[in-house]
């Protein structure tokens, strides 16, 4: 079983959309939460850490349920350029800080 | 600002080659991870270092090998490379006692023939 598991869409949403992204991890003693994006053939790059009291940057809003052992990330207000692929990570205590990434949620908007 | 550099960004090698990966952190990052991408797949982690020793261990062939230079640069080294080692391979870096987020280079894309 995979260390995080990410519903990989495909998403389709018009320009303007408000869209959601859960993802879930196995293991309880995870203790670092982000969501990266990455563009085709491209590196993946940090959105945002997600931390227990959820966070806001612009748009894009994470949430951190540990007692469900879930992740979210809301995107208000889609725009063309947020299409790409979204990364699930986490890193888990005591194997250093290695990154385990979902499968990753492919995120296209339409004009 | 700086960001993680790798080289080459494109490599073609043939079955039983060997082939050399490197990667230059982010200027005064501590530690390095390199991360395996197939095609339709998300990373897979490899190995990491930490102040130029080996911190965590992934699911890294016996076939490959790495180490982090006294530069805090890194060289992953590959051999008896198979059509299955053909992938983006990607270098991170980050810094000891921030949130430890780590930051990507813009990878190396392997084929091999």
């Known amino acids: 079983r995979k260390e995080v598991e990410q519903d990989p869409g495909p998403f389709n949403v018009p320009e303007g959309a408000t869209v959601a992204f859960n993802c879930t991890y196995s293991n309880s003693a995870s203790q670092s939460f982000f969501w990266y994006r990455q563009d085709c053939r491209k590196e993946p790059k940090l959105l945002m850490s997600?931390?227990?009291s959820g966070n806001e940057d612009g748009r894009f809003t994470a949430q951190l349920n540990r007692a469900s052992q879930y992740i979210s990330l809301l995107i208000r207000d889609s725009k063309l350029s947020d299409s790409a692929t979204y990364l699930c990570v986490v890193t888990v205590l005591l194997t250093g800080n290695q990154f385990y990434f979902g499968t990753g949620t492919s995120l296209t908007v339409i004009p | 600002a700086a960001g993680v550099i790798q080289s080459p960004r494109h490599l073609i090698k043939e079955k039983r080659e060997t082939a050399t990966l490197k990667c230059y952190p982010i200027p005064r990052h501590d530690t390095v991870y390199w991360y395996q991408q197939g095609p339709g797949q998300d990373p897979q982690f490899l190995i990491s270092f930490y102040e130029k020793m080996q911190s965590d261990k992934g699911s890294i062939p016996d076939r490959f090998s790495a180490q982090q230079f006294s530069d805090y640069h890194s060289e992953l080294n590959m051999s008896s490379l198979e059509l299955g080692d053909s992938a983006l391979y990607f270098c991170?870096?980050?810094?000891?006692?921030?949130?430890?987020?780590?930051?990507f280079g813009p990878g190396t894309r392997l084929l091999v023939l």
């Open positions: 997600v931390y227990s």
């Open positions: 991170a870096s980050s810094l000891t006692g921030t949130e430890e987020t780590q930051y």
